[in-house]
């Protein structure tokens, strides 16, 4: 009999994950190296939870070893980022139908030039942005139409957050400059910003493990986000996490023939 499929869960910080690690069943504590991970059953789904730490090597290094270890069936990241389109709204969280590291290529004086670079393989060249697994994109947006959002509040509005498909990126920027965000307007135009899904989209794509991210827009970009971040990244890591919960849930249900 094969053994059940295994989904791995990471996530930047311990704000991001701790929602989804509090729904587990027989959840159980262990260590690889250095690194704690939480195992048990999400919603029918055994899964290993864990955090990679902020930035693109952390996610690339937690993920790297992860994969190795437990060798999943597919990897979720479940985050915040800031808002960079203005139709994403704080706890709105995003289907990334494309990972992008906005910081790879050249840098001129007529903003980036995005170019591939060589990979670990002879002859390989490794490309700076990464899709998501058809198969967990396809189920994501069949599964946004019954999933209810619990209600956040911001500034004194209540809404009911949206899931929805949209354009990630990162880097190991945290803030950036209007300079910035207009040349990534104009080249790129994400829905989100953050720092680690990239490179953890690098490390899936390469190991050819499938992978999908998701994001909940917290404060707008800008160049000096840590006030606006410490105010909304709970309420963002929170619609994350829920998301993610119910997903995991989707996933064992199609498993399972359901």
């Not at 999400?42 to 992860?66: I, P």
């Not at 808002?83 to 709204?89: C, K, L, Y």
């Not at 500034?155 to 990630?168: A, I, M």
Request: charged share 15%; aromatic share 6%; with cysteine.
């Amino acid at each position: 009999m094969s053994k059940p499929a295994l989904t791995l869960i990471l996530s930047a910080m311990p704000s991001e994950i701790r929602l989804i690690q509090a729904q587990l069943k027989h959840r159980q504590a262990g260590r690889l190296a250095c690194f704690p991970y939480e195992t048990g059953v999400l919603m029918g789904r055994k899964v290993v939870t864990a955090v990679t730490g902020v930035g693109v090597t952390n996610g690339a290094m937690v993920t790297a070893l992860f994969i190795q270890a437990f060798q999943p069936a597919e990897v979720l990241v479940s985050g915040t980022g800031s808002r960079f389109n203005p139709r994403i709204r704080t706890g709105d969280t995003v289907i990334s139908t494309k990972t992008i590291h906005h910081a790879a290529g050249s840098l001129t004086d007529k903003g980036m030039v995005y170019r591939k670079v060589r990979g670990p393989l002879a002859g390989q060249m490794t490309h700076w942005y990464f899709r998501p697994a058809p198969r967990l994109l396809k189920l994501a947006k069949a599964s946004i139409a019954g999933y209810a959002a619990l209600p956040v509040t911001v500034d004194g509005v209540t809404y009911q957050p949206k899931v929805l498909p949209g354009v990630v990126s990162a880097s190991d920027m945290f803030g950036v400059s209007d300079e910035k965000i207009a040349d990534m307007k104009l080249k790129l135009n994400p829905d989100i910003m953050e720092m680690e899904s990239a490179a953890i989209a690098q490390v899936c794509t390469q190991l050819a493990v499938p992978h999908i991210v998701f994001r909940a827009g917290s404060n707008r970009t800008q160049s000096n986000p840590g006030t606006a971040y410490r105010k909304l990244g709970q309420t963002a890591a929170a619609a994350a996490a829920r998301w993610t919960v119910y997903f995991a849930g989707r996933l064992a249900a199609q498993e399972a023939g359901a």
